[in-house]
């Protein structure tokens, strides 16, 4: 059974609930869309903690507008890879660049296995819980979660 398969609760689903049962349920059974933020922050979680796969799992579109012949023929041939913009693959390349750099981070990259599915059971609820954290250092208790976004300003109400 895949980690998606897996019936247990995940915080990016749960998180719904804050909204109603029934927002919940809604992303249970209808995943969201994947977009152009979605494959930016895949790429750049891939940079930092796998760049060994980025040529296997991107590819970059340098042909301008994404419509008509050209455009149809270049998805037909990479298809099952995520095709990026150029000026998303260039801030994915800087992005990650600042963090595989930054003095803080940088020792924990060293060694550690990306996105390693782990389960568990809340001891207080009793719900099945899991997991996938963006990188664990094997006999450590430390775990990194690399988020991407548009903006590091709070959210206004």
């Known amino acids: 059974m895949s980690y998606y ?3 247990a609760a995940n915080w990016s689903t749960i998180k719904w609930l804050r ?3 029934l927002a919940y349920k809604y992303r249970l059974d209808q ?3 994947d977009t152009q933020a979605f494959a930016l922050g895949r790429a750049t979680h891939t940079l930092v903690f796998e760049p060994g796969l980025f040529d296997a799992e991107y590819v970059i579109w340098t042909g301008g507008t994404r419509r008509g012949k050209e455009w149809d023929a270049f998805r ?3 298809e099952g890879r995520t095709i990026l913009r150029d000026e998303d693959a260039d801030l994915a390349v800087a992005m990650a660049d600042a963090v595989r750099r930054h003095p803080l981070v940088q020792p924990y990259l060293d060694e550690g296995v990306f996105e390693q599915p ?3 059971t809340d001891a207080e609820t009793g719900i099945a819980c899991k997991g996938k954290p963006d990188w664990i250092i094997p006999g ?3 775990l990194l979660d690399l988020k991407t976004c548009r903006s590091i300003n709070g959210r206004r109400s």
Request: charge should be negative; avoid cysteine; charged fraction near 20%.
């Open 76 to 78: 037909a041939d990479n």
């Open 31 to 33: 995943p969201p869309a």
């Open 19 to 21: 909204e109603s049962a």
């Open 5 to 7: 398969d897996h019936p």
């Open 140 to 142: 450590s208790k430390v």
């Open 118 to 120: 782990v389960f568990w």
